[in-house]
C-alpha cells in the first residue's frame, strides 16, 4: 500500500446502551504513525446502519444534548416499520440519514485542523449492537 493512502480499522465496544463515543485520541494517534507532519484528508466512516459520526464538543453536556435531541426527532417507539430488535429499533436504522457515517477532515502538518472545542465521535443508539467498528483512512 503507499504511504499516500493508509487505513486502520478500530473495534469500538458500544455496549448495550445509547452513545456518543469519542474518538478524538484514536484519530490523532492515527495521524501520529502515518502522516508524519504531512498535509492530507482524514476519513472516518462506520459501516454499519444504525451509527453516525458526528463532530462536536464533549464532556460538556453536548453529547448528552444530542442523544435526546434524536430521541425528540426520532422516538423509541412503535411508529417504525422497520420492526426487528429492540422496541423502536426501526428508529436507528434512520439516524444515518441524520448523522452520516462518515466525516472528512482536513489534517494539516499530521494533525486534524479541528476548532477548539470540536471532537470527533461515534454515535450509536442501538441497543441490539454492542460492538462497532471505525475505518480510519489518511490520504495526503
Known amino acids: ?28 494517534s492515527f495521524l501520529q504513525e502515518v502522516a508524519a507532519g504531512r498535509d492530507g484528508l482524514l476519513n472516518v466512516f462506520t459501516p454499519h446502519a444504525t451509527t453516525g459520526v458526528a463532530l462536536l464538543e464533549t464532556g460538556s453536556g453536548s453529547d448528552d444534548d444530542l442523544l435526546a435531541a434524536l430521541h425528540t426527532i426520532l422516538p423509541a417507539d412503535d411508529r417504525w416499520q422497520h420492526r426487528h430488535g429492540s422496541p423502536g429499533h426501526g428508529r436507528d436504522h434512520v439516524l444515518p440519514a441524520l448523522v452520516p457515517p462518515h466525516a472528512t477532515l482536513p489534517v494539516i502538518d499530521g494533525r486534524m485542523a479541528l476548532g477548539t472545542w470540536q471532537s470527533v465521535c461515534l454515535v450509536d443508539t442501538n441497543k441490539d449492537n454492542p460492538q462497532r467498528q471505525v475505518r480510519l483512512s489518511f490520504l495526503g
Open 1 to 28: 500500500m503507499s504511504d499516500a493512502f493508509t487505513t486502520r480499522i478500530l473495534n469500538i465496544a458500544t455496549g448495550h446502551h445509547e452513545v456518543v463515543h469519542d474518538l478524538t485520541d484514536a484519530c490523532a
